[in-house]
Nanobody, 119 residues
Framework: QVQLVESGGDLVQAGESLTLTCEQS????????RGWYRQASGKQRELVAV???????DYAASVKGRFTVSRIFGSNTITLQMNSLEPEDTAVYYCYLKGATWQSTQEYWGRGTQVSVSS
C-alpha cells in the first residue's frame, strides 16, 4: 500500500516561514496529482496546493503568493514552503496523492502534521 508521511509541522509566530515535507513509500504508482490539503478545527478539509498534470500548480486563494508546492523529478518527496504565515493558517496539513496502480485509480492521504501560528 502507498504510504504518505508528513513532517515539519511546528508552532511559529505570524510572519515566519515553515516548510513541510511529505515522503512517499510503497509500491510504484502512476501519479496524477500530488500536494497538500489542510483542516482547521471545526472546518472542512480544503485544498491548499496541488501539482497536477504537466506540473501545473493550483493554490487556494488564501495562500496564493505565500505558499509554494514543489517536487523534483525522480523524487517521491514533495514540499510545501509556507511564507508569511498567519494565524488563519493554523491547521493540520495533509499530504495528498492521486495515482493509479494496475488495479485502479486511488487517492492517498498522510496522517497529517500540525501547523500552529500565533499572533
Amino acid at each position: 500500500q502507498v504510504q504518505l508521511v508528513e513532517s515539519g509541522g511546528d508552532l511559529v509566530q505570524a510572519g515566519e516561514s515553515l516548510t513541510l515535507t511529505c515522503e512517499q513509500s510503497g509500491p510504484a504508482i502512476t501519479v496524477y496529482a500530488r500536494g497538500w490539503y489542510r483542516q482547521a478545527s471545526g472546518k472542512q478539509r480544503e485544498l491548499v496546493a496541488v501539482i497536477g498534470p504537466g506540473g501545473t500548480e493550483d493554490y487556494a486563494a488564501s495562500v496564493k503568493g505565500r505558499f509554494t508546492v514543489s517536487r523534483i523529478f525522480g523524487s517521491n518527496t514533495i514540499t510545501l514552503q509556507m511564507n508569511s504565515l498567519e494565524p488563519e493558517d493554523t491547521a493540520v496539513y495533509y499530504c495528498y496523492l492521486k495515482g493509479a496502480t494496475w488495479q485502479s485509480t486511488q487517492e492517498y492521504w498522510g496522517r497529517g502534521t500540525q501547523v500552529s501560528v500565533s499572533s
